[in-house]
């Protein structure tokens, strides 16, 4: 058998990973990565970091590859040297820069390669191949696809891992508009402005941390201290950061369970179960309990008992109620102090991380929830798990607070209605409601989009033939109540629609999947050749992922059926 892999990132890495540990003989491997190195992706090389950036992740929160980081940089003391770590101060809690912890999934990679050709199994690695176009050819059982400089490949399976995607809608075309803050390099030369930036998490501080120091410095004060001093020239430089409800991320905490309880997932008999109980549907609400309620029950009676009784609407707000009611950098500070304690005692602050580990069960059977609790699953639960789950790394909140101390940073709450109007001429116009209700727009010559990697909807997929061929269909999810998709529908709801089948459904991004990641066509019939792992592309079915856990659990579900 021959597979194909698209994408030579850390996703590739994983499914390597579970190839060779399959011991399965007669495979042939091919890889296919458009860039120059293996391992890497987007996110850990330099298209989408330089040296201030840094994970956040730690070397203990890292899945099991061939050697943990700790003893990588043991290995490798030349290159850890580079950026101000070595043997004697390495912490695994802590977080690492990307550059150097693209170098040591890039080695994992290499490593897998020698266990790979120790075990028998050919696998052919092609760099600087940007596959174009993939191909399915049910007739002869195979799987064609398409390399940019003209060559066809055939193939018995492939598995597309692809990675991140930011399709250019102004970028280019529109002076002072970017589409990401990716490559960081491309906003080296921003200086002495202020900036818009749309979004305030994880996304947004990559542009903070280059855009930061581009116009000043960060020193530490006699008093220990993080301080942010402008350069002398730069006297104009302000970041302006746009979130829809105002808030920032939370701070990084220490994990009781480093790897989130990954073991909380449902199995699939327990989602049949349940499902056969609730008329096909996997309630939002059964998860909620199940991996969210039981583990605060266990660990922390306390705050269970203060919850207990709140269904899920209820318990999200009185947690946002909180957020809301304090000015954001002065709750930033608050869990900032909140997470020291955390890390200097060992002590979990374990609601949030029983949030991350809910956010972790639900994502691989959300396909099967009804229309009516993916909606609220979009309007009232993720709003809060983006934010909690963020794990914003201490040293980049020390840098935030700086920033905002030394009167560059600003936060705006731009609500439901914010909209942006780009300008032919150049920059944008934010549009939004004050708390007043009154309308105001902001003028901004630059502007960043930092919402992170989007969901993607069906028609963005740059395979062609996919779509042409009908071999993918765009993701849905059926209501369970016809009059709720009809108030719906009545309410403006676009995404809600009635099919040819007799049922409403609910639009979401991305392809349709199964539980192994194989693509589904318009029919209904599961595709047994192709396998979309590509993030982007898979959000209405997987609305929250999440890196490298996502690597490593989705690989062992594509595994089962693959070989």
Not at 76 to 99: C, H, Q, S, W
Request: net charge negative; glycine share 8%.
């Amino acid at each position: 058998m021959h597979i194909g892999i698209i994408g030579g990132g850390p996703s590739a890495l994983f499914m390597l990973k579970r190839i060779v540990e399959s011991t399965k003989s007669g495979l042939t491997v091919s890889i296919f990565e458009k860039k120059q190195k293996l391992g890497v992706g987007m996110p850990y090389s330099h298209e989408g970091a330089c040296r201030e950036h840094i994970t956040n992740v730690s070397g203990n929160e890292i899945p099991e590859l061939v050697t943990t980081v700790e003893d990588w940089v043991g290995m490798n003391g030349e290159t850890a040297v580079n950026y101000n770590i070595t043997v004697k101060n390495f912490n695994d809690y802590k977080v690492l820069p990307r550059l150097l912890f693209g170098e040591y999934l890039s080695q994992q990679f290499d490593f897998l390669l020698i266990k790979a050709k120790r075990a028998g199994l050919e696998v052919n690695v092609h760099l600087s191949t940007e596959i174009i176009d993939i191909k399915d050819l049910p007739l002869n059982d195979k799987v064609e696809i398409y390399a940019l400089d003209g060559r066809i490949f055939t193939f018995d399976k492939v598995v597309v891992c692809s990675g991140h995607y930011w399709p250019k809608s102004h970028e280019g075309s529109i002076s002072g508009y970017f589409d990401s803050p990716y490559p960081p390099q491309k906003l080296a030369h921003i200086v002495n402005r202020p900036i818009a930036i749309r979004g305030a998490s994880l996304t947004a501080i990559d542009a903070l941390r280059t855009l930061a120091l581009n116009n000043g410095t960060f020193e530490i004060s006699d008093n220990r201290k993080m301080i942010y001093q402008l350069r002398q020239d730069c006297a104009e430089f302000r970041i302006i950061l746009h979130s829809r409800n105002g808030l920032l991320p939370a701070v990084r905490f220490h994990l009781e369970d480093s790897h989130l309880a990954k073991d909380s997932v449902l199995d699939a008999e327990e989602v049949e179960r349940v499902r056969k109980e609730n008329g096909g549907f996997l309630p939002l609400d059964h998860v909620y309990r199940r991996n969210f309620l039981n583990g605060l029950k266990d660990n922390r009676p306390e705050f269970y008992e203060l919850i207990k009784e709140l269904s899920l609407e209820d318990f999200v707000e009185l947690m946002m109620i909180r957020r809301e009611d304090t000015a954001a950098f002065d709750l930033l500070k608050a869990e900032y102090a909140e997470a020291e304690r955390s890390i200097a005692l060992k002590r979990s602050v374990y609601w949030k991380e029983m949030l991350a580990v809910l956010s972790f069960a639900m994502n691989y059977p959300a396909k099967y929830f009804s229309g009516e609790d993916m909606l609220r699953l979009q309007k009232t639960l993720m709003p809060l798990i983006s934010i909690v789950i963020a794990f914003a790394p201490q040293n980049s909140v020390e840098e935030m607070i700086a920033l905002y101390d030394a009167g560059v940073l600003k936060l705006v709450s731009v609500g439901e209605k914010g909209e942006i109007e780009v300008r032919k001429e150049g920059g944008i116009y934010y549009h939004l409601l004050e708390a007043t209700g009154q309308k105001i727009s902001l003028f901004y010559d630059t502007f960043i989009d930092c919402i992170g990697q989007p969901h993607l909807k069906y028609e963005q997929v740059p395979f062609p033939s996919l779509i042409n061929d009908q071999t993918i269909s765009p993701a849905r999810i059926r209501f369970k109540d016809r009059q709720n998709a009809i108030a719906g529908i009545a309410a403006g709801n676009e995404q809600v629609h009635l099919a040819e089948d007799g049922n409403y459904y609910l639009k979401v991004p991305g392809v349709t999947i199964d539980d192994h990641f194989r693509v589904i066509d318009g029919a209904g019939r599961t595709n047994k050749r192709i396998h979309m792992m590509a993030v982007p592309f898979i959000g209405g079915y997987n609305p929250d992922y999440s890196g490298l856990d996502f690597g490593e659990a989705a690989s062992a579900r594509i595994i089962e059926k693959l070989i």
